[in-house]
């Protein structure tokens, strides 16, 4: 294995052209919410190794994605995240049981780092992001979308992965 997993963000000022949207976060639609709003820069760093872009991307979107594929590690099944500003996509491969080896599209290098490891720091990671926004936009708690899309990834069942 490589070193520990550091998932972190930086929230950047709305975009004004998503103003009225940020003021209405109780019935905003989620895709507004995924790829317009709480854009951020983001850390992935393994070990030495570091995977974030330093462009502004959407941190809810990263968050889910994350949590989801780390999910899937577990299950053997070989995905990617491709960023949606297109400046790049990052692979994740299960390459021994409960291994995962982590490379992207934008440099050479590449990880490894324990399934486990992984879908721990992606929960916890998504556990920040909706805090902060439990927080700050405590508005977005009552839209019934959001919670329906975003919640369910978060009630993950960490001991059948043992």
Aim: one cysteine or more.
């Amino acid at each position: 294995m490589t070193g520990e997993v550091v998932l972190d963000f930086r929230l950047v000022p709305i975009d004004p052209i998503y103003a009225d949207d940020h003021r209405r976060l109780d019935s905003v639609g989620v895709s507004t919410i995924e790829y317009h709003l709480f854009h951020g820069i983001v850390t992935f760093r393994i070990g030495d190794v570091e995977f974030g872009l330093r462009v502004h991307i959407p941190v809810v979107e990263f968050a889910r994605c994350m949590l989801w594929l780390a999910r899937q590690r577990f299950s053997g099944l070989g995905n990617s995240f491709e960023f949606t500003e297109g400046e790049g996509e990052i692979f994740f491969d299960m390459v021994a049981p409960g291994v995962v080896s982590v490379r992207c599209d934008y440099h050479e290098e590449q990880a490894q780092v324990s399934a486990l490891e992984l879908h721990e720091a992606s929960l916890a990671f998504a556990r920040r992001v909706l805090d902060m926004l439990r927080s700050d936009f405590p508005d977005i708690l009552e839209n019934r979308e959001f919670i329906d899309w975003f919640l369910p990834l978060l009630e993950a069942d960490r001991d059948r992965f043992h």
